[in-house]
C-alpha cells in the first residue's frame, strides 16, 4: 500500500507558512519539496509522490521559529495539524545525529537526510553563478565549492556525505541527480513564469 498523507499540499503550505514567514526558509522548503518529488518519480515511488513532497515541505517547520529545538518541535506542531506518525518519523529523522537520534529508515528518509544540505550547497553556488541558473551547472562546479570548507560552511559536508552512504550513492551521483532535480525545478518554474 504507497505511503498517503492526511494534509494536502495546499494545507501542508499552509502550515509551513504559519510558523515561517522568512523568504529564505519558505524557497529552501519548496526547493527540497520539488527534489524529493524528483527523487520519488526516479527511484520508483511515483505512487507516493505527493507524501515525499508534503515531507519535504514541512521538514523544518520548526526551525525559522525554534531554531533550538529543531526535530524536537516539529512533532508537536505536526501532530496538532493532524499529522499521520509516517510523516513525523521521516521529519524528525532529517535532524539524525545532529538533534536527535532517530534515524532515516525509509529510502524516502534516506533521500531527504542527503539532499537536505545539499540542495542549500548547490544554491550558494548557482548564486556565484554568472547566469544564477542550474541551467547549466554541472557536477564539476558543485564539486570545486564542496571541497572549499570556508564556502556555504552551514552546509554541513559530514551529513551529505552520511546521507550519501545511508543511500549506497557515491558523492558525485548523488551530487549530480541533486542538480537534475533542483533543474526540474527551476524549468517547470520558467514555463510558468513564475520564479518564486
Not at 143 to 159: H, L, M, W
Not at 166 to 175: F, K, M, N, S, V
Request: proline share 3%.
Amino acid at each position: 500500500m504507497p505511503k498517503e498523507t492526511k494534509l494536502s499540499r495546499e494545507e501542508a503550505l499552509a502550515l509551513l507558512k504559519r510558523y515561517n514567514e522568512e523568504d529564505f526558509h519558505l524557497r529552501h522548503a519548496l526547493t527540497v519539496e520539488a527534489v524529493m518529488r524528483y527523487f520519488a518519480r526516479e527511484l520508483g515511488y511515483a505512487d507516493e509522490a505527493d507524501f515525499w513532497g508534503v515531507v519535504g515541505l514541512l521538514h523544518d517547520i520548526d526551525f525559522e521559529r525554534y531554531p533550538d529545538q529543531h526535530c524536537l518541535k516539529a512533532p508537536e506542531l505536526l501532530r496538532e495539524a493532524g499529522a499521520e506518525e509516517d510523516l513525523i518519523h521521516a521529519v524528525v529523522s532529517h535532524g539524525w545525529s545532529l538533534t536527535v537520534d532517530v534515524a532515516p529508515e525509509h529510502e524516502m528518509e534516506k533521500v531527504l537526510y542527503a539532499t537536505d544540505e545539499l540542495t542549500g550547497l548547490i544554491g550558494a553556488v548557482v548564486l556565484m553563478r554568472p547566469s544564477k541558473s542550474t541551467l547549466d551547472l554541472e557536477y564539476k562546479s558543485v564539486k570545486k565549492k564542496y571541497k572549499t570548507p570556508a564556502f556555504a560552511a552551514g552546509c554541513s559536508r559530514e551529513v551529505i556525505e552520511r546521507g550519501a552512504g545511508l543511500l549506497g550513492w557515491d558523492l558525485e551521483t548523488l551530487i549530480t541527480r541533486t542538480i537534475l532535480a533542483m533543474r526540474e525545478m527551476e524549468e517547470r518554474e520558467k514555463e510558468a513564469g513564475n520564479a518564486i
